[in-house]
Every structure is written in structure tokens, then in C-alpha cells.
């Protein structure tokens, strides 16, 4: 028994490496990458610390290279989430009375594995699997995860150590359980980074999860598993499916145990699933917390006395990095008519630039879309634009499935502010530009907060300081990251807080004390050490 308060002080943020010609790193990843392509993965489900196999196996295939099978994931079905959820429940005691400085050790070690032994596997996995860039991986699956898994650690350190004031006599404090019964944490595609800390942050504070990932970041994702394994992580504390979305939904959302669900995905996912925990609400122990980030239309608004060399590479890297697949991509953008030749004329220049094609080759800055679906649904508003006379492709267009889902970077001129690649997420690489007049300002503002039901992040370009000032105060519901002379997407973790409200979520912040607060139920206690014999007060004499 220790009789110690263990803080844990604030991390730096991890590293980014280069990945540079000439690198160590660079040499140490692309044989990575070759040795993953030479093997074929069989991965199980892991429930209560055994690897779990099924009968039915779902092949992996990288979306650049769709020949090529990575391996297969064996999925499972209902009997599994129950497995899951039971496996949980029975490892809840003892992981919530578990020390939280042993607790934290297991993070902090898988935090530590990512930046040393895994991290040229954990970034290989991401790209093959989900078709990232090597820059795009480390800032996502080695350095976001690390990061995320280590200030995490020390957030909830701060927590413990917030206590009551105690006047003489009284002793004051405040507990901070788990809590009771299981999370539900269902992760998306497009960041590992955001898959690992979903799970993590509710398990950091005591609770156990039942994890289900996206079915094309299951190959970073088991990975990842394998190094919380290795870390210490106890069995059953976090459990590892593959199954339905519907299948999970009914089972879980049905379960008098749900304690809470931290998601990540689309609006219309989300929205079902409060619907259907508002409908089963007399079902459960306690009131579940529902955390969730979803889509976003994230805009950049230029002003007329705005670096155009700043806003070019900038739409450039928030609308294209990643294919746009991120619910922060830059999707929609204002121009001043002074400025607007000038940047449409270097934007278009910088995306001819832009080399696209598999992650294994590092010269090429733009990779395929995760699947299908998405390229389909992708180049069906490409289609739409080409055909309607009111809207200009300026660059791009082009799209192609042969060998994989790659989509050209495109950049598109709306004459209609409320044309449809201007409202609707598309979540790929596709900018719509629209010029306003130098001398309409204002309604360009109205038109900026209003044009979309989302409010994630958004960005603002000027230099003129007073400008910045009232647009800052005009936008403020119009994002829950607002970036000055910066691209709206990039967060990183102790420095932005992530995370919007309106239709893009619940804006709980992750990587931040905010968000931890939401997996954790205080417990106030006062002991009173010398108590009153007479109920008597002295007003009654």
C-alpha cells in the first residue's frame, strides 16, 4: 500500500520526424513497409485477453493497391459483442481499484513503444491501410497517438489532484470513479490516432470498453492493440470487435450496463444512435454520456488585406492533405474579388504540382481514398459540377479506380453561395472557391456562419488586426477551432483542443481535461470529527 500522491508532470509533444532523402527514418520505414507487404496478417478479435476467430474472414486490401491483400480481420456477430460486454463487466472491480499510478505506467509504457520499437510499424500499418503519406502517419499514428496517450496521463493527474476546501473540523474530498458499467467507444477510419485515444482516455480514468474500429483502420488498429497488450494492459479492460454497426447497436444500446458511448464518425450515425439511447433510457443503471466529434464543412475566409502566398499554400495543405478526408479538411472558401485572380491563378499552379499515387513512394503527396464507397460518392458530386453551368472546375476532375480509389485533387469555382459542394461534407478532395465582393463583407460573414449546420473548424485570413478582432467575435459559434492565418485543420494535442458543436458533435475536446471529465463520476465525501450530540441551534434559545 503507498501512501504517495503521484503526479505526472506535462509532457513535451512528440517529435515529428522528417522522413527526409537521406534519413535513417525514411530507410527504416520504407523496410517496414516492405516487410508488411510481404506477409499476409490473420487478425483475431481480442475479448478478455484471448484472440478471438471466427468462421467468416474479411480480406484487407490497401485502397492505392486493391490487388494486393494486407490480410483479413474475422468478423464477428452479436454472441461477440456479448462476449465483450461481459468481459468487461468482470474485469471492472479490479481494474476501477487499481492504483492510478499503475494504471497510468500502462499508457505511459504504450506511449513509449509507439515512439521507439512500433513506430515505423505503427506508421506502415496506417499508410498501407488507410492510404496515408509518410508525413500524414507520424503526425497521426506515432505522434498524436503518443501524444495523446502521455497528456492524457497528466490531465488526469490534474483531476485527481482538484479536492474540496475543508474548514476546521471537517475533512473534505473528492473521489473520481469510474464509471458503472461499460463504454462503448466506436473509432473511424481516418485517423489511428483518434482510434486509440477513444478507448484509451475512458480506460486511463478506471472504466472498461468494448472498441469497435472502422473495418479499414482495423489493420492499425489490432496493431495498436498488440502494444497496449505489451504495455500491461490487464484482460477484458479494453475489448477489441469486428462487427455490424446495427448488430453492435442493438446489443449494446440495450444493455442495463451502458454506461456512456465516445464516437467519432458521421452526424447521421450519431444522431441515430442518442435517438436510441434516449428511447431505452429507462433500460439503464445510470445516465449514459454521450461524447461524440462528428462531420464538419470547415470554411476559410480570406480578407482583402490578406497574404495570398499564406492563403495559398494553406488551402493547398487543409483542403488536399489526406485526400481531404478529415472532418477538419478546408471544404469551402470565401475570396475577396481584389485577391481572387491571384489566388486562384498559384492554387492552381501549386495542385498541378502535387504528384499523386501509392504511399510507398514519397514523392507523392496525394494517395487514394479509403474505399469504394467513398469514391464513388466523391466523384458523383465531381459529375455533378461538371454538368451544371453555373460552377467552374479550375483543376482536377479526374478520378480513377482501376488500380485504386485515387481521385485528383479539385478545386472548384461556385457562382451560387449555396451551391452543393459549399454545404454538404463530401470528405475528399474537393475545394469549392467562392468570390464575394471586397465591399460585401458583412454578408459574407452571415453568409459563412449560416451556409452550413456544422461548426468543427474554420479559418480566417487578414492581416489587418482589427479586422481579426471582430470576425473572431462575430464567428465565435462558427467553429470550435478557429485558426488565425493558419489552415483549420492540424490540431495538436496540449495546444488545441479538439473538438465542435452544432451538427459536428459535442465539442468535449479531446486531448484535453474537458474530455476526461465526461469518463469519470465525482464522489464527494465529508467526514466530520468531532459531530454535534444536540440537534439543537443556538437561534432556538
Given at each position: 500500500?503507498?501512501n504517495?500522491?503521484?503526479y ?7 517529435p515529428v ?6 534519413t ?5 520505414l ?66 476501477a481499484?487499481t ?64 479536492q ?39 480506460a ?12 479499414t ?74 461524447v ?5 464543412k ?13 492563403v ?15 472532418c ?16 486562384k ?7 498541378k504540382?502535387m ?25 458523383g ?10 460552377v ?22 461556385a457562382?451560387?453561395?449555396?451551391y ?12 469549392t472557391?467562392y468570390?464575394?465582393?471586397d465591399?460585401?463583407?458583412?454578408e459574407?460573414?452571415e ?21 481579426i478582432?471582430?470576425v ?10 478557429f ?11 496540449g ?8 451538427a ?28 454535534v450530540?444536540?440537534?439543537?441551534y443556538?437561534?432556538?434559545g
Amino acid at each position: 500500500m503507498n501512501n504517495a500522491y503521484f503526479y505526472f508532470p506535462k509532457p513535451e509533444n512528440e517529435p515529428v520526424r522528417s522522413y527526409a532523402p537521406g534519413t535513417a527514418e525514411r530507410a527504416g520505414l520504407k523496410a517496414q513497409l516492405d516487410r508488411m507487404k510481404k506477409e499476409v496478417a490473420d487478425i483475431p478479435m481480442y475479448i478478455g485477453g484471448e484472440e478471438v476467430r471466427t468462421a467468416r474472414q474479411i480480406a484487407l486490401h490497401p485502397p492505392h493497391e486493391r490487388k494486393h491483400t494486407l490480410g483479413s480481420f474475422h468478423q464477428g456477430g452479436r454472441e461477440h459483442v456479448e462476449q465483450a460486454i461481459a468481459a468487461a463487466l468482470a474485469a471492472r472491480a479490479q481494474w476501477a481499484d487499481t492504483s492510478w499510478e499503475h494504471r497510468a505506467a500502462v499508457f505511459l509504457k504504450a506511449a513509449e513503444l509507439l515512439a521507439t520499437r512500433y513506430r515505423y510499424a505503427i506508421n506502415a500499418a496506417t499508410m498501407l491501410g488507410q492510404s496515408k503519406n509518410a508525413f500524414q502517419a507520424e503526425i497521426d499514428s506515432a505522434c498524436e497517438l503518443i501524444d495523446f496517450l502521455r497528456f492524457n496521463v497528466h490531465y488526469l493527474s490534474e483531476i485527481y489532484a482538484q479536492q474540496p476546501y475543508s474548514p476546521p473540523g471537517v475533512n473534505n474530498r473528492m473521489e473520481y470513479r469510474p464509471l458503472e458499467g461499460f463504454v462503448l467507444a466506436v473509432t473511424p477510419f481516418n485517423f489511428s490516432a483518434i482510434a486509440g485515444n477513444l478507448p484509451c482516455s475512458a480506460a486511463m480514468c478506471g472504466n472498461v470498453v468494448v472498441w469497435k474500429p472502422a473495418d479499414t483502420q482495423v489493420f492499425a488498429a489490432q496493431l495498436f492493440m498488440q502494444v497496449l497488450i505489451e504495455a500491461g494492459l490487464p484482460p477484458g479492460v479494453i475489448n477489441l470487435i469486428y462487427v455490424d454497426g446495427p448488430v453492435l447497436g442493438e446489443v449494446c444500446f440495450s444493455h442495463p450496463d451502458f454506461a456512456g458511448i465516445h464516437f467519432t464518425g458521421s452526424t447521421a450515425v450519431f444522431r441515430t444512435m442518442w435517438k436510441t439511447i434516449g428511447e431505452n433510457i429507462q433500460v439503464y443503471k445510470s445516465y449514459p454520456r454521450i461524447v461524440g466529434e462528428t462531420g464538419g464543412k470547415d470554411f476559410v475566409l480570406v480578407h482583402a488585406s490578406a497574404d495570398v502566398d499564406a492563403v495559398v499554400a494553406n488551402l493547398a495543405r487543409g483542403a488536399f492533405e489526406y485526400q481531404g478526408q478529415k472532418c477538419s479538411a478546408a471544404s469551402r472558401a470565401y475570396l475577396p474579388s481584389s485577391l481572387a485572380a491571384s489566388v486562384k491563378e498559384r492554387l492552381v499552379a501549386a495542385v498541378k504540382s502535387m504528384k499523386m499515387g501509392p504511399v510507398e513512394d514519397f514523392g507523392n503527396f496525394i494517395n487514394a481514398v479509403i474505399d469504394e464507397r467513398a469514391f464513388d460518392k466523391i466523384s458523383g458530386y465531381i459529375d455533378r459540377a461538371k454538368q451544371d453551368p453555373g460552377v467552374s472546375i479550375l483543376v482536377g476532375g479526374e478520378y480513377d479506380k482501376t488500380d485504386g480509389y485515387f481521385i485528383s485533387p479539385t478545386v472548384i469555382e461556385a457562382s451560387d453561395p449555396r451551391y452543393v459542394t459549399l454545404c454538404e461534407e463530401i470528405f475528399g478532395p474537393v475545394l469549392t472557391l467562392y468570390v464575394y465582393d471586397d465591399n460585401k463583407f458583412e454578408e459574407i460573414l452571415e453568409l459563412t456562419d449560416s451556409t452550413s449546420g456544422y461548426a468543427l473548424t474554420g479559418a480566417f485570413f487578414a492581416r489587418d488586426r482589427q479586422v481579426i478582432e471582430r470576425v473572431t467575435r462575430r464567428l465565435v459559434n462558427s467553429a470550435g477551432n478557429f485558426y488565425i492565418n493558419d489552415k483549420p485543420t492540424g490540431a495538436v494535442v496540449g495546444q488545441q483542443p479538439f473538438g465542435g458543436a452544432r451538427a459536428s458533435g459535442t465539442n468535449d475536446k479531446a486531448g484535453s481535461l474537458l474530455n476526461l471529465y465526461r469518463w469519470l463520476s465525482a464522489r464527494t465525501i465529508k467526514e466530520t470529527f468531532v459531530p454535534v450530540t444536540d440537534y439543537r441551534y443556538p437561534f432556538l434559545g
